[in-house]
């Protein structure tokens, strides 16, 4: 049997009467049964595939901020470890400064003879 020809705004068989039923042409029947079919059937595909579309995406979003935060993690250890290390060389650079600074203090208390008869030789040199 030959297929129907198909347009976009098709002429209404002259076998189908008005509102179609068992009295429609079997032919016609079963062609628009087997689309509703494949229809139906696309339907499911379509909501199996955005279902999966979605599962894959949100693991991959898992996955990712998974791998964010751990690399985060890695990034803030490394800086900490930086941190203590520059801390604790400025530290003791710091600190061999300020002892520096404390003997140099320390040396100039101890000549505060010597300075103090020099300034006592230059007053009276002005008198």
């Known amino acids: 049997m030959a297929r129907p020809a198909f347009s976009r705004n098709p002429a209404p068989p002259e076998s189908l009467p ?22 139906a059937s696309a339907r499911t595909l379509a909501d199996e595939a955005q279902a999966e579309a979605d599962r894959l995406v949100s ?5 990712n901020r998974a791998r ?14 930086a941190y203590r290390r520059d ?17 140099g203090l320390d040396d100039l208390h101890g000549d ?14 002005e008198n």
């Open 59 to 63: 693991e991959g979003e898992k996955r």
């Open 112 to 125: 505060a003879d010597a300075f103090n008869r020099a300034v006592e030789r230059f007053l009276a040199a």
């Open 18 to 39: 008005e509102g179609g039923g068992e009295r429609a042409d079997p032919v016609i029947r079963d062609t628009l049964a087997h689309l509703l079919e494949v229809e």
């Open 87 to 103: 801390f604790a060389l400025i530290s003791g650079e710091y600190q061999k400064q300020i002892d520096a600074y404390r003997a």
């Open 68 to 81: 964010y935060e751990e690399r985060c993690a890695a990034c803030a250890a490394e800086l900490e470890d």
